[in-house]
């Protein structure tokens, strides 16, 4: 099955800081997808990566993928309060292409 | 409020008990996905519906858990003989298209088993 290894697991930090959430594939990447997702609730869609090199951003999250490193980055430039949640990557699996699966998320915690 | 919408939002039942929950998708989207989610973990897949066809079914759904879309709309996720493993965050995503289109997530329900 294709695994999503994320790092870090868990992060604080300072309103106003920039951080980095890692998201690496055992498998290659057909298309990665980042999602925001609060306690208990459902998953908010954030972007959609398909070729290596591509880069998004968002008002202020930019997210990249590498194909190659079967990797993807999710950077949060100058972090609020709002941005608190857990970041889960997501991909398909090669076999099938519609089996969806995820990483095991990362938790951010902004200090205001 | 035109997004994925799932009810109910939480439900508390007694092991052994069946439960069942709603998903009602995007009104264009012609799949549905099923997830089941832990704490501290991220969503694991559990089946798939292209329009009322149940086309993938993860080796996760075991015999206790059903789940239809009667008629390419809403769709219904039972589980009988509930058990204590079983309570989760259990999520529901449309999509529209034929290839890598978004998947857009419901709230969840929140099921716990006593």
């Known amino acids: 099955s294709q695994e999503l290894e994320q790092s870090p697991q868990s992060l604080i930090v300072q309103e106003g800081k920039n951080l980095t959430i890692n998201c690496t594939s055992s498998?290659?990447?057909?298309?990665l997808y980042w999602y925001k997702q609060k306690y208990g609730e459902g998953l908010i869609f954030l972007m959609m990566?398909?070729?290596?090199?591509e880069e998004k951003s968002h008002e202020k999250i930019t997210a990249k993928l590498d194909e190659k490193k079967q990797q993807s980055s999710l950077h949060i430039t100058a972090s609020q309060p709002s941005h608190a949640g857990i970041y889960l990557c997501?991909?398909?699996?090669?076999?099938?292409?519609?089996?969806?699966?995820f990483g095991t998320g990362t938790s951010l915690t902004v200090i205001p | 409020d035109t997004g994925v919408s799932q009810d109910p939002r939480h439900k508390i039942t007694k092991r052994g008990q069946n439960v069942t929950f709603r998903c009602d998708p995007i009104?264009?989207?012609?799949?549905l996905y099923w997830y089941r989610q832990t704490l501290g973990q991220g969503p694991e897949f559990l089946t798939y519906?292209?329009?009322?066809?149940?086309?993938?079914k993860s080796r996760l759904l075991s015999d206790r858990f059903s789940a239809e879309r009667p008629k390419g709309s809403f769709s219904t996720l039972e589980i009988q003989r509930t058990e204590q493993g079983d309570s989760a965050m259990y999520l529901c995503?449309?999509?529209f298209g034929r290839g890598r289109e978004t998947q857009y997530f419901g709230p969840g329900t929140r099921l716990l088993v006593l």
């Open positions: 995503a449309s999509s």
């Open positions: 498998k290659t990447l057909y298309g």
């Open positions: 990566l398909q070729k290596g090199g």
């Open positions: 997501g991909a398909r699996s090669p076999n099938t292409g519609n089996q969806f699966y």
């Open positions: 009104s264009e989207h012609n799949r």
């Open positions: 519906f292209q329009n009322e066809a149940q086309l993938e």
